[in-house]
Structures are given as C-alpha cells and as structure tokens.
C-alpha cells in the first residue's frame, strides 16, 4: 500500500472517530397506508396523493395486489406487510415462504414494477397483550423467507424486517434501555439476522399513547418546543419523549452488541380526533416539530447527528373502521381525511409547504341524512344503537370534535354516517320515520357531516388494531395456501 492510500485511511478514520462513530445521513420521510375503512379511495388516486405530496417512501400491512398494482411504475419506494396470523404458515413451510414471495414480491419487482425494498415480516409480534402468542414463529419465517428471496435472486434488494411496538424494551432511564428479559434470546436472534442481512431495526413509537395512559405524563414532554419535565440521566437531558425513547432502544441495542444498527421508525404520529389531546392543532404541533427535529439531522443525546434512517407518519388516512378497543382515536391518525383532503397545515419537508389534497375523488351526490326536526324523537335511542353500531360515530364521544353539537346533532351525526355507508340508500335514512334527507350541509364548526365516497372496494380488509389479532385470517390463508398448490 502507498503512503497517500494509508494517510488518507488514517483521515477517514479519525473523521469517524470524531463524528461519534456514525455514518450521518438525512432521514426520509414516508407513510403507513392503511386501508381499513368504510369509504376506501381508489389506490390509483391514493398514489397521485402520494406524488402530488412527494412522498417517496410508503409503508402497506399487507400486500393488497390494487395497492401493488397501483404503485407500479410510480417510483415509490414501498414496504409490503406480512399479518401476524400468517407468521405460523411461513414459519412452517418453505413452500408457503416460496409461494408468498413469488405472489407478492416477484411478480411485482421487475423493470418498471413497484419498487418494493422491505418486507416487515409480523407488525408487533411481541407485544406484551400478545401473550407471546408470535414470539416462536417470527425468526423461523425470518429465516424461510430470506431463503425464499435468494431463491428469487432478490435478497441483496428486498430486505426483511420486523416492526417492534417500544413495549420490546423498557427502562426508567435511556442509558438503562433493555429489551424485556423474556425477550432476550429471541431479540439476539432477531438483532443478528437483521445485521447479517443488512437490515435495520423498525420501531414504533408513540409519544400520544404515553400521554393517553398516563395522567401523571407531562404534556409539554410528549412534544418538541421543550419541557419543563426533562429527563436527566447523568450527562444527558431529554425535553421530548421521542428522543428518550428512542435511545433507550439504542441502549438496548447496545447490550446485545449492535449499538450501531440503523433505526427506523415504523409508525409515528399523533390522532385528530376521539380522544381529549387528539385534535388538530395537537397533531399539527406533534408532526411538525417530529418532521423538524428529524430533518434537522441533529440526533440524540447517544446519536448525535445519526436521526433515524426513515420515518413512517402514522397514518396517510383516515380509518373509520378500525377496531376501538385501544379507544376512539384509533379511527383518526390520518394527516388526510378519508377522502384525501388535507386535515391541516403541514410541511413533509420534501418541497412541498402545505399539503395538496387529492384530486379527482368520486363523492356520492351532496346530500346527508338528518333527524327530522318535526319529528318527536323520544324512542330513537335504539335507532342510535343500531346506526353507530355499524358506522363510525366515535367523533360525538367525550373529547370528540362533535361532542358539543347537542342531541339532535348527534342524532343527525350518526343517521348520516349510517346513511353514507348505505351508499346514501333512500331507506337507510328512514330510521322509522324520524330520518330525512337534506341537501343542505349540517356541518357545524370542527363537526363535518361527511360525503360518502364510491367506494374502491365493499369489502373491508380488517387489520388487528393495536393489536387484536383474528384466527380467520390464519385460517383464509392456509386455505388460498392450498389452493394454489
């Protein structure tokens, strides 16, 4: 070796070493799209949001073929999802493994397909409510789909990962970051596949959950202005529960040995609705400063100047049938409204200032379903019941953005819901006579009586929501898996 080639080894090295030992790069910014709801968009028109907003990066929980389809020749970098319930299948079978990637990776990465560069293998498998329910399944599907992969000549550019909810680890302080004890073996197993593979480690974190389940959470600290509770641990002081959260999974990281592994963050975001907190100068205050802090590049206290590699805001849209069991703002995260538009003011920092909305959606005609005001209303409690018990009323809850319109607005609310999951049937808005049909918008302040969409699909995909789980789809699957032998 020459002397300049040694010198200049010796510089790069000492540039390391002064720059804290890693690799500084610019985080980008991307989506989860789920597609649990009653009023679905067209995926074409959800991937013209996508570009009209440059948004470059996208994440799926399944691997629905139109949301595929749609992405196809759009440039999107995309992250397909594997349910948990199909974890024991690809655990078991390399045929099943073999299958799935060749009916949902293969067919579509080919010149001028969709670009799809991970496939997140489980979403929160280890979730303490899961009772480890996943845990013995995930590192065998790991290891059937990596083969799976080199079989299809694409493991050096489709790269597994699993999402991990911030329960994986705990700590009191960040420095004291560990991953839960009975989740030591299998994490270094994980943690070791993921290296050797080239692959970072996706995490979930969620600064509205701490503040939503604990009284005591100072509220300043779930935010990015700074906090009058910061967290002091030794040389270290944390204003913001993102960054304390995430270094305590650097923490942990490090005591398996791989301090240095690339993050990414899974799921982000704050609710406008359904809950007291969730509102939309609350997820506008959260999203921005998130974006700012991480576009900033300035790290945290244990990775200065190393933010995460991608960050995935929770969620593009709306899911106005999603499972409430976690509570009612679990039909609200979305920066767009089901339908596409902008719910508020908010720079992605990808070139655009504002959002754009989307363009070109199919709205059922302008009309809603109202009670009527001639009408006595003395019995309609039932047809309360049986309205919201189908459609999305979680909005008129306590903390809601409809709460305060009274009574007969909250009837009027839940008959149009219901009405506009109809598909606006003239019948669905009889409600024993006390329902009637206007073309004069009800809507009142934050309150928006919606405009039903023609919808993409009847159907609706159900997804486990923070995190229930369903045997059926376990069950569909082997059946389709058998299917196609």
Not at 224 to 244: I, K, L, R
Request: contains cysteine.
């Amino acid at each position: 070796m020459s002397r300049l080639p040694r010198t200049l080894l010796y510089l790069v090295f000492v540039v390391i070493l002064l720059s804290g030992s890693f690799p500084v790069g610019e985080s980008a910014i991307g989506v989860n799209w789920g597609t649990i709801s009653f009023h679905r968009l067209k995926p074409s028109t959800v991937v013209d949001l996508l570009k009209d907003n440059k948004i470059k990066k996208v994440k799926l929980f399944d691997a629905d073929p139109d949301a595929l389809t749609a992405l196809v020749g759009s440039g999107i970098e995309v992250m397909v999802g594997i349910p948990n319930e199909m974890l024991a299948a690809l655990s078991s079978s390399t045929d099943a493994s073999d299958l799935w990637v060749r009916q949902n990776v293969s067919r579509y990465v080919v010149k001028g397909g969709a670009d799809i560069r991970y496939v997140a293998v489980g979403n929160e498998p280890f979730l303490t409510s899961y009772s480890g329910q996943f845990q013995s399944f995930v590192v065998p599907a790991l290891l059937n789909l990596q083969q799976s992969l080199v079989k299809a000549n694409l493991a050096g550019y489709v790269k597994l990962v699993v999402p991990c909810n911030a329960d994986a680890y705990e700590s009191s302080l960040p420095s004291q970051g560990a991953f839960r004890p009975e989740l030591t073996q299998i994490m270094t197993q994980l943690v070791s596949f993921l290296n050797s593979n080239g692959s970072p480690f996706v995490v979930n974190i969620y600064p509205f959950l701490s503040l939503y389940g604990n009284s005591d959470f100072p509220q300043d600290y779930a935010f990015f202005e700074g906090s009058t509770h910061p967290v002091t641990d030794g040389s270290n002081v944390y204003y913001n529960a993102f960054d304390g959260n995430f270094d305590t999974l650097v923490s942990a990281l490090n005591k398996l040995g791989y301090g240095q592994m690339p993050i990414v963050i899974g799921e982000v975001g704050w609710p406008t609705d359904g809950a007291f907190g969730a509102n939309l100068s609350a997820a506008r205050f959260f999203n921005q400063g998130l974006i700012n802090h991480v576009l900033s590049n300035k790290g945290t206290p244990l990775r200065p100047r190393v933010p995460p590699v991608d960050i995935y805001l929770f969620s593009l849209l709306d899911e106005g049938a999603k499972s409430v069991l976690p509570g009612n703002f679990e039909r609200h995260w979305g920066i767009f409204s089901f339908d596409g538009q902008a719910k508020y003011a908010l720079n992605l920092g990808l070139g655009n200032r504002l959002l754009k909305n989307a363009k070109n959606v199919e709205y059922l005609p302008s009309r809603w379903c109202v009670a009527d005001p001639s009408k006595d209303l003395t019995n309609v409690a039932n047809h309360l019941r049986i309205a919201c018990s189908v459609a999305d009323c979680t909005t008129l809850d306590y903390g809601g953005s409809c709460n305060g319109i009274g009574a007969k607005g909250n009837i009027s609310y839940a008959f149009n819901s219901y009405y506009q999951l109809q598909m606006q049937n003239a019948q669905s808005c009889d409600f024993d006579g006390l329902g009637m049909v206007t073309f004069l918008d009800p809507s009142v302040g934050d309150c928006r009586f919606l405009v039903g969409v023609t919808d993409h699909k009847k159907s609706i995909a159900f997804r486990p929501t923070h995190r229930r789980t369903t045997i059926w789809t376990s069950i569909l699957w082997w059946v389709w898996f058998f299917l196609m032998l």
